[in-house]
């Protein structure tokens, strides 16, 4: 069976597959910390499966943009298990899932802008588009981190948007005459419009047709900005003063 693990986000998401089929999946809002609560609904999803962590075949994981610390667990997590138990990993980029969840059901070459929220930052998302049925999304602008008034005057014309479509975004739109497509009000995590799944699903498809899985050491996180992290002073090696 294949694992999918979703943790860019405090909307989180497991999926075991057997070929295409969604054997169990679980979705959650994280209440406390992804590290606390990752491995607990795993355990959950393998007793819903009625299978053992020997069951995994592969797992594929998100690799970011989001959260930090979400994303660096999720990561960690899965580099643990693939390791442990001697099965190849997948890193994918989580826009590419968010877009899959929909491009499928729109008209060929259609486009798929994903988005997430990064606060002050301003706004992260990429464009995507669908070659072919069964093949992994393709980028028709890469992952960028921009303001809302250059993501709402830039993006692809007539795409579907999903993601994290907040309300400044909306009104960032609206004011260049844009709107959000087939995607409206969805955010590609839990709804019950979905497919069975969600973006944990995602992921292993998409690492299939991209054929992505590999050694478990080479997955990265993906960054669109240096993290918030605070180097580290000098240590003074001459006398102090009292």
């Not at 980028?139 to 014309?157: G, I, K, M, Y």
């Amino acid at each position: 069976m294949d694992l999918g693990i979703d943790s860019a986000a405090d909307n989180a998401s497991l999926a075991l597959l057997r070929g295409d089929e969604v054997i169990a999946e679980r979705a959650w809002h994280v209440e406390t910390t992804m590290s606390k609560e990752l491995l607990a609904h795993l355990d959950a999803l393998l007793v819903e499966a009625g299978v053992t962590r020997d069951h995994i075949a592969s797992i594929a994981v998100t690799t970011g943009p989001g959260q930090y610390g979400a994303v660096r667990t999720g990561l960690a997590t899965a580099q643990g298990l693939a390791l442990a138990f001697d099965v190849p990993l997948a890193g994918i980029i989580r826009f590419e899932a968010d877009a899959a969840l929909h491009l499928d059901a729109l008209p060929a070459g259609a486009t798929v802008v994903a988005v997430h929220d990064a606060g002050r930052s301003g706004i992260a998302w990429g464009a995507y588009t669908l070659d072919a049925p069964g093949t992994a999304p393709r980028p028709t602008v890469a992952p960028c981190l921009t303001t809302l008034e250059e993501v709402a005057r830039d993006a692809p014309a007539g795409a579907t948007w999903c993601g994290e479509v907040t309300d400044a975004l909306r009104e960032a739109l609206a004011a260049v005459g844009r709107g959000l497509g087939d995607a409206e009000a969805r955010s590609g995590d839990t709804e019950a419009d979905t497919p069975p799944g969600g973006r944990a699903a995602a992921l292993v498809r998409i690492a299939r047709a991209r054929q992505a899985y590999g050694d478990p050491a080479l997955v990265d996180a993906f960054y669109l900005r240096p993290p918030s992290i605070t180097r580290a002073r000098p240590r003074e090696t001459g006398p102090r003063e009292a």
